[in-house]
């Protein structure tokens, strides 16, 4: 990742991101068992990232598991510190704030989890979950009761449900709520952390549709963390792809879908099947070989390079490069406000 | 994939009477038959219909992809044909192996069949495989049960079966414990063992649910040679209607415990005749679609198996819906060649292939608050019956809270 980190791909020049991550690095010790727990290892879950969200615009941070999606999701409200580098909300550093600025800031940037199951409190009722972030933030009055009832009708909730259990409600009416308690500020960003993926498809739609609205209406900015390349295809403006803790390709949507360069974006879209036989059948899949490696034991140079295809293909000289040198995530001249993280980094199209 | 046409001949060639599973002509050719399974799981508050009548035959060589969404009762019907439920559950109709009846089977009796004529592939390779024994030993345990072989056949055979499902190594791999091996080299196992005894009948449940799409085409791979090497004739079973495309050569679609149309998987995906299936494929987010149009979702959840009503029970749901649909529950009947749907308007769907035109796009929503607090003077709170406009149809459908 290049230091200075310059604005990555601005969709359109001249305007100011709301957020901007650079060089966000975020390291887990591994301890030994016993009494005295020394130090053995790093899980090195997220390695100096950089990217910006814009006001209004939907990122999709997308990547399989472990890939350090959730991690970043996680540093970006400083819930877990960074180890190093920085996050800047509207122009200041995140990782650098007092408690106090800290709890100002998070009114302005709010959080969805993945699962509507365990993120609300099974003891108090709808009413209350909507309630307690207006309460924390010293924004409840008189009218408080209203602004959650308002907060329920848009979100697709009937007001009349408030004073009910989380338990009494299916799936996509929970993450529903989850969604109310975060809209309840009225943030300007929001964090998506797999907010459908725990869903049946047709409740998944409804809420995805919700989103969308939201985002029309309130002029949200969305970090959508996803692992589901099709609901991120649906719902961002650009994706970002991860592996192994690093941003390998960032694009506009439909340019990464249809022009990926990186070969694991590539070989990520490839195995991805499509809802309809005709086409399924026709595909050419890559097929990785191999498991993701160890985020302990990271390999060197271009991190993919032990399961790349293209690896595989070059000469000796050239794939020295992959083992020695990490390519940096820039743009390869193939696309515009496309950057790629690889030495040989080709269009290639696989839907 | 399904373009093999070892695979696809048996499908087609069958001009008979389709899958009309309670015709006795051509039972022949079915390695598998399901006639009228049904599943009752009584608790405290009631009966629980889990599966209500499910018919279907696997003939050989062939894929049959069962979708549905949670609840719907298609784990069920597998456990119920593997004779896995427990004793608490009552399973009544038939299901024929080649002809033999396996309901009523006694458990030593249902063993010699299990895994060695029908084998299954469960969803969580974390707990389908023993953490203490290596996986050499489960494997040969395998082959051990039904063959009567020497402890070093089973080994060499154990080895054989890693390396059909992909497993470098697998000489060195044989000796290691489960928690050394990955999520999808785990489920590669879990194939193997399926495998190992050349069953006719493999029942994958959601074999790559629990695995990243990169790691699901590997195993989807493996499961594709194991269904190549054993020609075997495969139930599976999932909820991702895109595995089910690539994979499959017939689908059964299951909804509140029982089929609601079943047919060729061409027949299904571009021209589907009860309206839960096509509000199914309107609701995905496609990959391969450029369109920014809304997606649509089906209003409303799935009901409570419990005291299910009479009707059919995608009414609340339906866009179709007429008073009719509230009193009688309609039959799988014939509507295109060896494709049935259970629908009494399925006519109306006959090329009517855009969902968004049936299924509200909902959330239309022109009057949200763009400040929550000084709308909601204006804004009276709506009545159970009046829908506001945000998330218009989901809610009427979610409204309707036990």
């Known amino acids: ?351 | 994939m399904t373009s093999d046409s070892a695979l696809t001949t048996p499908a087609r060639t069958d001009s008979g009477p389709g899958d009309a599973g309670f015709d006795e002509t051509g039972f022949d050719e079915a390695v598998l038959a399901v006639e009228d399974l049904t599943v009752d799981f009584p608790t405290p508050d009631g009966v629980v219909q889990a599966v209500r009548g499910v018919s279907y035959r696997l003939r050989s060589g062939e894929v049959l992809g069962i979708v549905g969404e949670s609840g719907s009762g298609k784990s069920v019907t597998s456990l119920a044909v593997m004779g896995l439920l427990p004793r608490t559950a009552r399973v009544s109709g038939s299901v024929r192996f080649r002809g033999r009846e396996l309901i009523g089977l006694s458990d030593n009796q249902m063993n010699a069949v299990r895994g060695k004529k029908i084998a299954m592939i469960f969803q969580d390779p974390m707990t389908s495989l023993n953490p203490v024994y290596k996986i050499g030993y489960q494997l040969a345990e395998a082959v051990l049960a039904h063959n009567d072989v020497s402890r070093e056949a089973a080994r060499k055979r154990a080895v054989e079966l890693l390396e059909l499902v992909g497993i470098p190594f697998p000489e060195k791999r044989i000796d290691q414990y489960p928690h050394e091996f990955s999520g999808g080299m785990r489920q590669r196992v879990v194939i193997a063992i399926a495998m190992a005894n050349d069953p006719d009948v493999i029942i994958a449940d959601e074999p790559t649910t629990a695995l990243d799409v990169t790691v699901q085409a590997q195993v989807l791979e493996a499961l594709r040679a194991a269904q190549l090497e054993t020609h075997a004739a495969m139930v599976l079973i999932t909820h991702d209607l895109g595995v089910v495309a690539g994979q499959a050569d017939r689908v059964l679609v299951m909804y509140a415990g029982k089929p609601v149309e079943i047919g060729p998987v061409d027949s299904i995906y571009y021209g589907p005749q009860m309206p839960y299936t096509l509000g199914l494929l309107g609701s995905l987010p496609r990959l391969d679609v450029r369109s920014q149009e809304r997606l649509t979702p089906i209003q409303g959840a799935p009901p409570s198996l419990l005291n299910l009503p009479p009707g059919c029970p995608f009414t609340p749901r339906c866009p179709l819906a007429r008073p009719i649909c509230q009193t009688v529950e309609p039959e799988l009947l014939q509507v295109a060649p060896e494709h049935r749907a259970a629908c009494h308007f399925s006519a109306e769907l006959r090329g009517h292939p855009d969902p968004a035109e049936l299924f509200a796009t909902t959330t239309a929503d022109t009057q949200l608050p763009a400040e929550f607090g000084a709308a909601a003077s204006t804004d009276a709170v709506p009545g159970p019956g009046e829908v506001h406009t945000v998330g218009g149809a989901i809610d009427t459908g979610e409204e309707e809270l036990p």
């Open chain 1, 1 to 351: 990742m290049t230091a200075a980190a310059p604005a990555l791909v601005a969709p359109e020049t001249g305007r100011h991101p709301i957020l901007s991550v650079r060089d966000l690095v975020k390291e887990f010790p591994i301890t030994s068992p016993g009494i005295i727990r020394r130090r053995v290892g790093t899980v090195h879950a997220v390695s100096g990232i950089s990217f910006d969200l814009f006001p209004g615009e939907t990122l999709g941070l997308v990547g399989e598991s472990g890939c350090g999606k959730t991690t970043t999701s996680r540093a970006v409200l400083h819930l877990q510190p960074a180890t190093s580098g920085q996050v800047f909300f509207e122009g200041r550093d995140v990782t650098k704030m007092s408690k106090n600025d800290l709890r100002r800031m998070r009114r302005n940037m709010q959080i969805v989890f993945q699962d509507p199951y365990a993120s609300l409190n099974p003891r108090i009722t709808v009413n209350e979950i909507i309630a307690e972030p207006l309460k924390i933030h010293g924004m409840w009055d008189d009218s408080g009761p209203k602004k959650v009832a308002d907060l329920m009708r848009t979100v697709g909730l009937n007001p009349e449900h408030g004073n009910r259990f989380p338990h009494e409600f299916s799936g996509g009416q929970r993450q529903r709520i989850g969604i109310a308690r975060a809209l309840a500020l009225r943030p300007k960003v929001l964090v998506l952390d797999e907010p459908v993926s725990a869903l049946d498809v047709s409740i998944q739609a409804g809420v995805i549709n919700l989103l969308e609205d939201l985002q029309d209406e309130l002029g949200l900015a969305y970090l959508f963390v996803a692992h589901d390349l099709s609901v991120v295809r649906h719902i961002a403006d650009r994706v970002a792809v991860m592996y192994l803790g690093k941003i390998v390709e960032v694009a506009p949507t439909t340019e990464l879908f249809e022009r990926p360069q990186h070969p694991y974006t590539q070989a990520l879209i490839s195995a991805i099947p499509i809802p309809d036989p005709r086409k399924e059948r026709e595909r050419e899949r890559i097929i990785l070989q191999g498991d993701v490696p160890s985020p302990a034991n990271p390999p060197s140079g271009c991190r993919f390079r032990t399961r790349c295809p293209k690896f595989l293909t070059l000469s000796e000289v050239d794939s020295q490069k992959c083992v020695n040198e990490e390519p940096p995530l820039v743009n390869r001249g193939q696309g515009p406000q496309h950057v790629a993280a690889c030495h040989y980094a080709e269009v290639l199209s696989v839907i």
